[in-house]
């Protein structure tokens, strides 16, 4: 969710209790969705993205990075007037975050394109210290990773193969189908 930014007397955002930040990017323009925030200043912090514009410093927001399901670097110019970086946004299922719909994605344009790299590996370290939970169970429905690295499981493996392999020779008809189930159609 794009949560309003509290900034301390230097104009810098308060930061969270345990979070630090990591880099600052000024001249850094910001749209999100098709509204453009004007340029200000991108902190990145271990928590949070926060973009504060330069003339409006109240309207600035933070992301948290958890909220990022992914970012990327555009440089297709018939998808946008500037090279960016682009972020696409999950703010779960909520029906709040239905009505925020438009505004699921942020681009961020610096005044220095060649910066794009650098501030897409930032993202990416900063991003990978919170796993999705998907990606926390990912593979276990079919094995479990212990299990891989051991080696085990391959008889039950073996055995599903043996079966589907018999269930083929067999043919349909033995398999408890009508017969011509898969002939191609008459033309």
Known sequence: MLLPVSLLAGGKPELDEDEKLEKEFSGVKAWVGDNE???GTLYVGTEN?????SSA???GFAVHWTTIMMHAI???MQAFSYPCIY????FG????AIERASSSDIRLVFGDADVLGVVFEIFSECQARFPSQADEGEGEFFFNSE???LGAGSDARDAAMAKWEAALE???DNAGGQGGEFDDAAE
């Open 147 to 149: 299990e891989a690295e």
């Open 57 to 59: 410093p109240s309207k």
């Open 87 to 90: 972020c696409q946004l999950d």
């Open 49 to 53: 993205m926060y973009f504060v514009p």
């Open 37 to 39: 925030k004007g340029e």
């Open 170 to 172: 067999r043919g349909a």
């Open 74 to 76: 555009s440089r297709d």
């Open 93 to 96: 299922e909520s029906d709040e």
